[in-house]
């Protein structure tokens, strides 16, 4: 899994291209060009000497009620039409669709206008560019329409429960996360009748406690920015650009943050300050340092730095010097201080080009990678690899999804986003084989690395897609099974905030061998949309009895703020279970029947 960049150009909103009338696309460019000229900064990017598919948008209409993954899957898959994103506030009658040049939006317009589908004659025109939200919101507020926002500090907008005794942070966290399980667990009574029966066993166990509860996070990003008083800093965002702001604050009051993050801001806060580069700023897209990634670790003092760098605006020459500044920055800066940035790498962080998932990196000095301990195991960090921001509760975490899962040595285990393999080595001594997948082939590499690093020798990792790798994992385990000998197979999943794709989610409940699933999700909110996934009826999309929820516990792994990790075990019985159990059900009943007769036949 790779890690967020700083803050893209957010996306804009429709209000512009939803409320006004579309015309035929020699007329669209002209009004676009005049509503540019009257709205002034509001549509400045356009005019950029860089990519953006709000210049190539259509919308569609009279399309009804629609799925967004459906919607996609006509356009690239059908139509093969090549779209850089789809915009649907509402996923009713209308989305708007951006591509990456006229000649495709012309294409795109020309087969979808009077399309036929689902029913509908789909409608298609060009639409206007959305204005930018930054521009347009101060626009609002200096015209007196709206009134500014009362900017939020810096514990308000990263450590909201910082105030609370860490008791009454827990009692909030366990309170929330029962009625979230309980407003996922009535929609599933509702969507699935089979469910009641498993739903009134189904167990909370409530929020265990972070082991550390200030300084744990061991990896921060930093945005460049400046302070309401026009000074540069290097810390957090107080708001969002659709928001209309960019200040950023500084960071050295915040108890989520360890020491060596806080210098580690400060330091850069001062190289930049000394710089005759520029921060980045959004408005514009101009200047150059952009953010600060930084790594620790807990287990060995380590510490890396990855400084971002908006290179649209500069030379090779250019960015060749600003690498040789930072280079002998941290180099003087060794000497003179308690800590010591031990890593040094330079992230190009710019606009991605098509088809490219993270930014590149580049290093500059130092060590490659920096090293941490969970549940007795070393781990290799990489600059880009996903690993758990908080290394104490990931011992408690890992512990509960092995508690839950209970596995045996003869157990197969598939670690669906394995990230750098932490949940994989911490099963393996309690399996017979692991077999883990990840997108990010560099996690992987360590991945591997680590699990020769602690002499582990049952694993094995793929780098791609987990949609494409799940069934043939599942058919690696039954190869390796004896004959005769029952099939125990777990999955464990733990992916990025979002959840996992429906693809991932019908690839599980198709392959019949599983029939435990552990899911750890540090976004429930998100992730229910796959609880319910998981445990719906059959249906011609997700082919497999369903995965019904037995127990739940969360972890604090955020305190001070409002979320929290929940993992929960999976279950579900297999066809020639429930076969068995209906013909022992059947056979009570007939026996109850025959009994009954005899006893009235005595009777009489």
């Not at 090549?82 to 708007?96: C, L, V, Y």
């Not at 998932?357 to 000095?365: A, R």
Request: with cysteine.
């Amino acid at each position: 899994m790779s890690v967020a960049t700083a803050e893209n150009q957010p996306e804009f909103t429709e209000s512009i291209a939803e409320s006004s009338e579309k015309s035929d696309q020699p007329e669209a460019a002209t009004a676009q060009g005049e509503e540019v000229k009257k709205a002034g900064n509001e549509f400045a990017y356009l005019e950029r000497n860089e990519f953006t598919s709000e210049i190539y948008k259509i919308e569609v209409k009279n399309m009804g009620y629609f799925g967004i993954g459906e919607f996609k899957k006509l356009l690239k898959n059908t139509l093969k039409l090549d779209m850089t994103k789809i915009k649907s506030p509402t996923r009713k009658e209308f989305a708007f669709v951006c591509f990456r040049s006229q000649a495709d939006q012309q294409r795109a317009l020309e087969m979808l206008n009077g399309y036929k589908w689902k029913g509908k004659i789909l409608k298609a025109m060009a639409a206007k560019a959305s204005a930018d939200p930054l521009h347009k919101r101060r626009g609002e507020e200096d015209a007196g329409d709206i009134k500014p926002k009362r900017q939020r500090t810096a514990v308000e907008a990263t450590c909201p429960l910082a105030e609370m005794p860490y008791e009454k942070q827990l009692e909030q966290k366990t309170e929330e996360m029962a009625t979230l399980l309980k407003k996922y667990t009535q929609e599933l009574r509702r969507l699935n009748a089979d469910a009641k029966q498993h739903l009134d066993k189904f167990q909370f166990n409530g929020v265990l406690p972070s082991p550390t509860v200030d300084g744990y996070r061991n990896k921060n990003e930093f945005t460049v920015g400046k302070n309401s008083d026009g000074e540069i800093v290097v810390g957090f965002r107080l708001g969002s650009y659709s928001d209309g702001s960019v200040e950023v604050a500084e960071v050295q009051q915040l108890p989520h943050l360890p020491a060596q993050a806080k210098w580690a801001a400060q330091s850069f806060q001062q190289l930049v300050r000394q710089s005759k580069f520029q921060p980045f700023n959004p408005v514009g897209n101009v200047g150059h340092f952009r953010q600060l990634m930084v790594r620790s670790s807990t287990a060995t003092g380590e510490l890396m730095l990855v400084a971002g760098i908006y290179s649209s605006n500069l030379s090779e020459t250019e960015q060749q010097e600003l690498q040789n500044e930072l280079r002998t920055f941290y180099e003087q800066a060794e000497q003179n201080t308690t800590h010591k940035c031990t890593s040094l790498y330079y992230q190009d962080v710019k606009h991605r080009e098509a088809g490219q998932m993270v930014n590149p990196v580049t290093h500059l000095s130092g060590s490659t990678h920096i090293t941490d301990t969970i549940q007795g195991l070393q781990f290799r960090v990489s600059p880009l690899a996903f690993f758990q921001i908080n290394t104490a509760g990931a011992n408690v975490l890992y512990q509960q999804a092995i508690d839950l899962a209970a596995p045996s040595r003869d157990t197969t285990m598939l670690d669906i986003c394995c990230g750098t393999g932490t949940i994989a080595l911490a099963f393996a001594k309690h399996c017979k084989q692991v077999l883990g997948v990840e997108i990010v082939p560099d996690a992987i590499k360590d991945a591997e690395y680590n699990a020769q690093t602690n002499d582990i020798k049952n694993c094995k990792f793929f780098a791609g897609n987990a949609d494409d790798f799940i069934k043939s994992m599942v058919r690696e385990a039954l190869y390796g099974q004896e004959p005769g000998k029952p099939v125990d197979l777990i999955a464990v999943v733990d992916p990025p905030r979002a959840g996992l794709h429906n693809r991932s989610i019908a690839a599980i409940r198709s392959a019949s061998a599983i029939n435990r699933l552990v899911y750890v999700s540090c976004n429930p909110n998100s992730a229910k949309r796959n609880f319910i996934e998981l445990a719906r009826p059959e249906s011609k999309q997700y082919k497999g009895e369903p995965f019904y929820p037995k127990t739940a516990v969360a972890v604090d792994m955020f305190p001070h703020t409002t979320h929290t990790e929940l993992v929960i075990l999976f279950e579900r019985e297999s066809k020639s279970t429930q076969i068995t159990e209906s013909v022992k059900g059947d056979a009570t009943t007939e026996a109850t029947k025959e009994t009954n007769e005899s006893a009235v036949t005595s009777a009489t």
